[in-house]
């Protein structure tokens, strides 16, 4: 029973099933995703590991960035926005970290977690493909609170689970692992997301570096498959848009007419950026408070006699050095960081031992997904949503588990690398 709770809670997360008509009236107007939350958190009350997980150190750094928000709200340009982002925002995207952390007691509870994302992935992607916006030819979300951006960086945070579900020996999970990989792939191209498709870059080097020289092949005829697809089926206007990545290419080239908004977009991201960093300088304690980025630099532009630009930072960095200060970057940053560390110090110890595989190939998954939620942020406001709480909650419950499991494994046994994630044979990494 805690299990399915928790699996279903991070399936309807995760898939944002909420968010289309027909999860729309089944998830909210009936209260159903919001009984599956209560329920969960309930069965974490009773498992006894809440206290564990809170006083982890990922916990103690999401907890210190949650109280962090109340001075940054006290002192902010808009106290009514960041209150809303407080606790409409971030106390629903911190549960998740709460109820993985707490539920997850088992690697087989941390496997199907991984598998409910993928699972959540390949709804998300389908139901947009389906239902799905079009705004110039870019694939958006159906519901419309996702842009194309956001979107193709969603799926991507999904799509290592869904490699890791290749991994499975069994047929019927291998199967979903490949159509659900082939679908996000061809939706993150749909989307003409330039920072979607840098994200998939590096994470196709990471796969490549990591993975045995037969998955390097069969991953290099993926990707010019999708690339013979791109070039044939999208729409003029998106190949062009993935053009403009490209310092060579002119605006003739580019049917500038058309392109006119892709490159203007880069413009005023960078100087949003640039706004976003001299806020930080001016504010480096509280911020201008979470959501009040806009509200400032539009004030700043009309001191200047200047129309404000009324968009994001459009870097989860910024926004939150500039929106929270200097100390709250401080603790997101560490949470992070603390995921990679010891997700990859799993990946370390368990791909030497081939009795280890499954342990190495889930390490790797959600590395990769990690690495995915870390490029992204680079490319999107994030700092407040439940992808970081969700990538910590699982990293603290699947480390947790796989340190004692490598532990009780002791030192004996074959190293020969082997699975999914393994390297070249003479490689020794």
Excluded at 5 to 10: A, C, G, S
Excluded at 99 to 117: D, F, K, Q
Excluded at 180 to 185: G, I, K, M, R
Aim: include cysteine; charged fraction near 15%; aromatic fraction near 10%.
């Amino acid at each position: 029973m805690r299990t399915a709770l928790l699996l279903t809670y991070i399936f309807v997360l995760f898939s944002r099933l909420q968010e289309f008509p027909i999860g729309d009236y089944f998830f909210y107007r009936m209260r159903v995703f919001s009984i599956v939350f209560i329920l969960a958190l309930l069965a974490a009350l009773w498992s006894g590991r809440l206290r564990y997980s809170l006083s982890s150190p990922l916990g103690l750094l999401l907890a210190a960035f949650t109280v962090w928000m109340l001075p940054a709200t006290a002192f902010s340009v808009w106290k009514a926005n960041s209150l809303e982002i407080l606790y409409d925002v971030w106390l629903p995207s911190v549960a998740p970290f709460v109820l993985v952390a707490s539920l997850a007691v088992s690697l087989r509870e941390c496997r199907g977690t991984m598998y409910a994302i993928t699972l959540a992935t390949l709804v998300c992607v389908g139901g947009n493909t389906m239902l799905g916006l079009t705004e110039v030819g870019r694939l958006t979300d159906a519901a419309g609170t996702l842009n194309a951006n956001d979107l193709a960086n969603h799926l991507l945070i999904g799509i290592p689970f869904c490699i890791l579900m290749i991994a499975d020996p069994r047929p019927f999970p291998k199967i979903i692992g490949i159509g659900s990989v082939a679908l996000v792939l061809l939706g993150v191209m749909k989307t003409g997301s330039r920072g979607g498709l840098i994200i998939l870059t590096v994470l196709t080097l990471l796969f490549l570096w990591k993975c045995s020289w037969v998955n390097k092949l069969k991953v290099s005829l993926v990707l010019l498959a999708l690339a013979a697809y791109s070039v044939r089926s999208l729409p003029e206007i998106v190949r062009y848009r993935y053009l403009t990545l490209f310092p060579g290419a002119t605006k003739d080239e580019l049917i500038a007419a058309q392109l006119e908004g892709a490159i203007g977009s880069q413009e005023s991201r960078w100087a949003s950026f640039k706004e976003s960093l001299a806020l930080t300088l001016r504010h480096p304690v509280f911020g201008v408070g979470p959501g009040g980025f806009m509200t400032a630099s539009g004030k700043a532009a009309e001191r200047l006699s200047e129309a404000p630009s009324w968009l994001e930072t459009h870097n989860t960095y910024t926004q939150i050095s500039s929106e929270m200060g200097l100390p709250g970057l401080l603790f997101y940053g560490a949470a992070y960081v603390l995921c990679l560390r010891r997700t990859a110090s799993v990946y370390r110890l368990a791909r030497r031992r081939a009795d280890l595989t499954p342990l190495s190939d889930m390490a790797f998954a959600l590395l990769l997904s990690l690495v995915a939620l870390g490029v992204a942020g680079l490319f999107s406001n994030m700092g407040y949503l439940f992808r970081l709480p969700l990538l910590a909650g699982l990293t603290l419950a699947f480390s947790t588990q796989a340190e004692a499991e490598i532990q009780a494994a002791g030192t004996e046994g074959r190293h020969t690398a082997a699975g999914l994630f393994a390297p070249p044979a003479t490689a020794r990494i």
